[in-house]
């Protein structure tokens, strides 16, 4: 009698590793103390795919200046490590100081890097500061040191 071996493949849908609804955590810097808050309405951790997706993504980024940094996105996601975050959909970041207008950056996409404490875009950029506007293509910002370097494609408004 022969023996028959047949494997079966089935498809396995992606497993959650866990799902968590109004989740935040809090990362430390060097020195211990909270470098950045990270919340978000839901966050995923795809087993398969090592992925934390989340939506509705809001990061308050502590600066050595006065004002901190809030960056918020439709969606993030990140790996495990929480070293890169990677936002998408429309994302807004506004820095506002006691006695002047907010700076505001939208850009559709924005790649955070939590170790470098960077966060860049190879894509459109528009900052506006009070009636003041500029866009731009590419742009890097270090949200420990609040500078930002608009990389090309530079036009702007700035009125008196």
């Known amino acids: 009698m022969r023996e028959s071996n047949h494997e079966t493949k089935e498809e396995k849908p992606e497993v ?10 809090v990362a430390p810097g ?7 808050r990270l ?3 839901t966050m995923t951790h795809g087993v398969d795919s090592g992925l934390v997706e989340m939506d509705d993504v809001r990061i308050e980024y502590k600066q050595d200046a006065a004002a901190d940094w809030v960056v918020t996105a439709p969606k993030g996601s990140a790996r495990l490590d929480w070293q890169t975050l990677r936002l998408e959909g429309g994302v807004r970041v506004v820095v506002e100081a006691a006695n002047d207008p907010p700076i505001v950056l939208v850009t559709p996409d924005l790649l955070v890097n939590a170790l470098e404490e960077v966060a860049t875009t190879a894509s459109e950029v528009r ?12 742009m890097s910002v270090d949200l420990t040191a609040g500078r ?12 008196r």
């Open 16 to 25: 959650a590793g866990y799902y968590m609804l109004n989740a935040g955590f």
């Open 30 to 36: 060097a020195d211990g103390q909270p470098l950045y």
């Open 39 to 41: 919340d978000a309405s």
């Open 127 to 138: 900052l506006t500061w009070g009636p003041q506007a500029v866009d731009a293509v590419g």
């Open 148 to 159: 930002v370097k608009l990389e090309s494609q530079v036009n702007g408004l700035f009125t």
